[in-house]
């Protein structure tokens, strides 16, 4: 257990020094007295909130709940504002900056006096690149997830943000919806602050989150605009005070046996492709081993039991916490399950699900009626991705889970933008879309571009899916026959960049396999005369994005930000 003089804010404010009275005369200058912060942890605040970003809208609200649990428990609390990475707003892509926010993170709480943090975030990259920043900062943390979006609705429909809109804009471009009938959708689809109220990226990580032991128990499922993310919110805010008493860190957390479990619930909730690097990203900042290949076992092995969009056919969030949250599904499969490992409640996770039930087992599943069978992933190896790629096959049409077709290539977005609604496309349904250049390098930052739009000739015979291969990502509210994270990426010279429109593509999920049938020969000609393309970035931080980020199978971290690179710096040095 931690004492007063052995909090580490104690090393900025404690000594009878000039420098410490210098600290001490600048909170005072703050209206702040020794009593608001003496002998007390000091809580770190790191809020994502910024005006756009409509999922952490109500963060500006919900900061102050925190602050009023940390006084409750006796620490004092500071709010420290971070960037906020709003997935619809910041371009090319949030991606771009996860690995940004991770270094602003751990560098805030390592330079600050901080004793303990928690972390607000949910929407997509906000996640991962706060856990990433603070498991590398080492002090006890707690995360908030902003909660999800209540559900849309248009006319009597409900709709599931980013799902009903790539669904509902191919029936515009089919023509089979009106002007009129889309702006109603634009106008429902998103009915109040949170994140997606899919199971995407954002639900996702949150989930993965908690499953991490990150969260309070079922903090996770709890819709944004609900009073119950209030109170937890205050709970976060008193539980990071005891955990710094109790100095409860993420190395005592984030293990072998809670990474597995966070695995095992991202596959079986329907988890999106995203999830992929940022796992394997958390994982190896905490020093745990994870791969492609620990993924792909999983997703053979685990069944999908959460029947929420994109994956399942009907349900969103809400419907999912009232049915019983992620607490629910955790204790549906605890038998795949570590109920060993340490959550931040101060508990193993077992005793943090004793009494949790369904209350809808069509939403949540039993381990005997899943919605698919295996995991929400796979994992697809051969010429054509030698070091991996990713497919969700529970989100495509069965057909095409075995297809071979011919290659219909696009160098750039731009160039598939303009060409995918020519109605002299010469595209089949058999033709396999492939977008290169967009990968971690390409894109740069791995844009979300991966879900190619049908041609607009194949929407009116009526299709609604076609296989689709890229090195870039799609967003986890997407859905349909789309192969992700093609590594190595084409950019830096990986077989996509060898392929020509009409090459035959063979596609064989059941049997993890992706490859181009070209002889071996001709390949070997084509990769002499490629030629790399230009670098995107002369200068600043997209140059240094490109001279240092991994690829896709390695969890996109910057090299230089992993365990394995060198030690963590130690204190700051106070003089």
Known sequence: MKKADTLRSARWFA?????????RSRLMQMGYDEKDWGKKPIIGILNTWSDLNACHAHFKERVEDVKRGVLQAGGFPVELPVQSLSESALKPTSMLYRNFLAMEA???????????????????????????????????TIFLPAGPMLRGNYKGEWLGSGSDAWKYWDERRAG??????W??????????????????????????TESLGLTLPGASSIPAADANHIRMSTRCGRR????????????????????????TVAMATGCSTNAVVHLIAMARRAGVPLSLDDLDLA???????????????????????????????????????DLDAMTVSGFPLGETLKGAKVYNDDVIRPLSNPIY??????????????????????????????????ALVFDSYPEMKAMIDRDDLDVTPDHVLILRNAGPKGGPGMPEWGMLPIPKKILKQGYRDMLRISDARMSGTSYGACILHVAPESHVGGPLALVKTGDIIRVDVPNRRIDMLVDEATLARRRAEWVPPAEKYERGYGWMFSKHIKQANE???????EREFGAAAGEPDIY
């Open 15 to 23: 000594p009878d020094d000039l420098r410490s009275s210098g600290h």
């Open 106 to 140: 751990e560098e805030l709480l390592r330079a600050h006096p901080i004793d303990g943090t928690v972390l607000m975030g949910g929407c997509d990259k906000t996640t991962p690149a706060l856990i990433m920043g603070a498991v590398s900062a080492g002090l006890p």
């Open 176 to 181: 089979t919806i009106s002007d009129e009938q």
């Open 183 to 208: 702006v109603g959708v634009e106008e429902g689809i998103a009915r109040s602050y949170g994140h997606c109220m899919t199971f995407g990226t954002a639900s996702t990580m949150t989930a993965i």
């Open 240 to 263: 990071a005070v005891e955990m710094v008493w109790e100095d409860l860190t993420p190395g005592k957390i984030i293990t072998p046996a809670s990474v597995k479990n966070a695995v």
């Open 299 to 337: 997703g053979r092995t685990t069944p999908v039991v959460a029947n929420i969009r994109p994956s399942g056919k009907k349900y969103l969030m809400e419907d999912f916490y009232y049915a019983g949250g992620l607490r629910a599904l955790m204790a549906e499969i605890k038998d795949l399950l």
């Open 373 to 406: 069978p295996e995991g929400s992933l796979a994992v697809l190896r051969g010429n054509l991705a030698p070091d991996g790629c990713v497919m969700k096959p529970a989100a495509c049409e069965e057909r095409l889970r075995v297809h071979e077709g011919p």
């Open 555 to 561: 969890g996109c971290d910057f090299d230089f930000l």
